[in-house]
């Protein structure tokens, strides 16, 4: 899913020590992630349900690897 939207993160991230950057990069990009599929776009509530489900799934299969 592809979103045009404004985003201030970049701008904010020179903000961050330099060692803290790309964590919070991958945590800001999980969420930014969730919040499209959850209200962006023309999909169904059941379809977000389900997208969102697929995501929750990938993401307990990463803490477990």
Same mark, same amino acid.
């Given at each position: 899913m ?7 993160f970049?701008? @904010? ?11 919070? #990069?991958?945590?800001?990009? +999980? ?6 599929? @959850? ?8 379809e ?5 489900? #697929? +995501?929750? @799934? #990938? ?7």
């Amino acid at each position: 899913m592809t979103v045009d939207h404004y985003e201030n993160f970049p701008v @904010a991230s020179i903000l961050l020590p330099k060692h803290l950057r790309r964590a919070v #990069e991958i945590i800001y990009y +999980f969420a930014r992630q969730a919040d499209d599929i @959850a209200d962006e776009g023309d999909l169904s509530s059941d379809e977000r349900l389900a997208m969102l489900a #697929e +995501f929750r @799934a #990938e993401l307990k299969s990463l803490r477990h690897r």
